[in-house]
């Protein structure tokens, strides 16, 4: 059939004939294709609707959209802590983390950040199992004690030992001052050493009090709603949270029995020794 045939032209001013489609022409519109889900939302209700997603990657890459919102989006990060994949409170926990608003740091309290953590970090070099782990008050520098007769100071920027000490007392505990400047070892029948941490050396007459830290340890203060008992495992570390008693979680990656755990008093760092002879410095990766 020749589609030629049902079309005729319309004559210009100019004398010139221009096509015009007949009833039987096949007419083609824009080369625009249609929205796969038939409806496109932009700005702060493209972002709710992708919050809303069924794909736990959907909401992640949302998250990251909310800072440009204002309240509205601060509002929504804050619901997000409450997202049941671990992936979407991790990415609405670091955006609040860098947040000074006043609301956000009330949530970041409230919320129970050690079902993020992670191990950051080793540090190696003990000879032997690791029977004792303290952080100073500014969270830079970690105290470790181990079965080869030795104590290690550690710079957690470089995760470096800058003071190896030979120790000739077993060490079953370890507590720095509130200054930092100096460290306590607990040895056999509660006799105490005092030690600079500056300068590594032994301080003489030094009546310090140890902390309770020890394998099991607990974490939280009047300003957090949790409360947590954290405690070495065969393997890993457990953190239950007293209010609740329930386990939050356990921390895999010693190959060994866990013997010391320490918190930084900020709670943002946990510490932990092994007989597998390593120190784990765990925490929210940024």
């Given at each position: 059939?020749?589609?030629?045939?049902?079309?005729?032209?319309?004559?210009?001013?100019?004398?010139?004939?221009?096509?015009?489609?007949?009833?039987?022409?096949?007419?083609?519109?824009?080369?625009?294709?249609?929205?796969?889900?038939?409806?496109?939302?932009?700005?702060?209700?493209?972002?709710?609707?992708?919050?809303?997603?069924?794909?736990?990657?959907?909401?992640?890459?949302?998250?990251?959209?909310?800072?440009?919102?204002?309240?509205?989006?601060?509002?929504?990060?804050?619901?997000?802590?409450?997202d049941p994949a671990i992936a979407v409170q991790r990415a609405a926990y670091l955006q609040l983390h860098h947040s000074s608003d006043v609301k956000a740091r009330r949530a970041l309290r409230s919320?129970?950040?050690?079902?993020?953590?992670?191990?950051?970090?080793?540090?190696?070099?003990?000879?032997?199992?690791?029977?004792?782990?303290?952080?100073?008050?500014?969270?830079?520098?970690?105290?470790?004690?181990?079965?080869?007769?030795?104590?290690?100071?550690?710079?957690?920027?470089?995760?470096?030992?800058?003071?190896?000490?030979?120790?000739?007392?077993?060490?079953?505990?370890?507590?720095?001052?509130?200054?930092?400047?100096?460290?306590?070892?607990?040895?056999?029948?509660?006799?105490?050493?005092?030690?600079?941490?500056?300068?590594?050396?032994?301080?003489?007459?030094?009546?310090?009090?140890?902390?309770?830290?020890?394998?099991?340890?607990?974490?939280?203060?009047?300003?957090?709603?949790?409360?947590?008992?954290?405690?070495?495992?065969?393997?890993?570390?457990?953190?239950?949270?007293?209010?609740?008693?329930?386990?939050?979680?356990?921390?895999?990656?010693?190959?060994?029995?866990?013997?010391?755990?320490?918190?930084?008093?900020?709670?943002?760092?946990?510490?932990?020794?092994?007989?597998?002879?390593?120190?784990?410095?765990?925490?929210?990766?940024?």
């Amino acid at each position: 059939m020749d589609l030629s045939a049902r079309s005729s032209t319309t004559v210009s001013s100019s004398g010139q004939s221009t096509p015009f489609p007949q009833p039987h022409d096949v007419v083609l519109g824009g080369a625009s294709p249609a929205p796969i889900a038939g409806l496109v939302l932009g700005g702060l209700d493209g972002v709710r609707h992708r919050l809303n997603s069924a794909l736990v990657e959907e909401r992640v890459g949302a998250i990251a959209q909310l800072s440009r919102y204002g309240q509205a989006g601060l509002d929504l990060l804050l619901q997000s802590l409450t997202d049941p994949a671990i992936a979407v409170q991790r990415a609405a926990y670091l955006q609040l983390h860098h947040s000074s608003d006043v609301k956000a740091r009330r949530a970041l309290r409230s919320y129970d950040s050690y079902r993020l953590f992670e191990c950051l970090f080793t540090l190696t070099g003990h000879a032997g199992g690791v029977t004792a782990v303290a952080i100073s008050e500014d969270g830079k520098t970690v105290v470790s004690a181990g079965r080869d007769a030795t104590v290690r100071v550690w710079d957690l920027t470089s995760q470096e030992a800058f003071w190896v000490l030979p120790i000739a007392q077993f060490v079953y505990a370890i507590a720095f001052s509130p200054d930092n400047r100096t460290f306590t070892l607990r040895h056999r029948h509660q006799v105490i050493t005092a030690w600079d941490s500056r300068t590594g050396q032994q301080l003489e007459g030094e009546d310090l009090p140890t902390r309770s830290i020890s394998s099991v340890t607990i974490s939280g203060d009047r300003h957090r709603t949790h409360k947590h008992l954290i405690s070495g495992s065969r393997n890993g570390i457990k953190i239950w949270d007293l209010q609740q008693g329930q386990e939050v979680i356990t921390l895999q990656g010693h190959t060994h029995l866990v013997t010391a755990v320490a918190i930084a008093p900020d709670q943002s760092r946990l510490i932990s020794g092994s007989e597998d002879r390593t120190v784990k410095v765990w925490g929210v990766p940024t």
